[in-house]
């Protein structure tokens, strides 16, 4: 049988170790904690990088459009070569409207071959 000084060790042995219990599920919290919050920042960092890219990619076409535009534009109003081998050449636009509608002023309206019934035809 056993004495009362060993039951006192046993029970002090078997004591619930509340104290160092409770700091370990502490320690672990924290930790997880500690992962979710560098998780959370990464994930931030990522986006914002990923948000920069993309401005500077749209940034980078938006010149890109520019440019286009202003070769249209330059090519609108200026006279140039299209194809020197066929003599191909281009105008500026404004100039090429007012051929286009002199050309079209000097020509003698045609009859449309549609004529509808009781409309004299024209004499050729």
């Known amino acids: 049988m056993m004495?009362?000084?060993?039951?006192?060790?046993?029970q002090k042995l078997k004591k619930p170790l509340i104290f160092e219990d409770l700091l370990v599920l502490v320690g672990i919290s924290m930790l997880f904690?500690?992962?979710?919050?560098?998780?959370?920042?990464?994930a931030s960092s990522m986006q914002n990088k990923q948000a920069l890219a993309e401005k500077k990619?749209?940034?980078?076409?938006?010149?890109m459009r520019l440019a286009d535009q202003l070769e249209a534009k330059k090519r609108l109003s200026s006279?140039?070569?299209?194809d020197k081998e066929k003599r191909i050449v281009?105008?500026?636009i404004e100039e090429a409207m007012e051929n286009v509608v002199k050309e079209e002023a000097s020509k003698k309206p045609k009859a449309s071959g549609v004529y509808?019934?009781?409309?004299?035809?024209?004499?050729k």
């Open 3 to 10: 004495n009362t000084q060993q039951m006192d060790q046993n």
């Open 33 to 42: 904690l500690l992962g979710l919050l560098f998780s959370f920042l990464y």
């Open 57 to 63: 990619r749209a940034e980078e076409i938006r010149k």
């Open 79 to 82: 006279y140039g070569w299209i």
């Open 90 to 92: 281009h105008i500026p």
């Open 116 to 123: 509808l019934p009781g409309i004299q035809r024209p004499e």
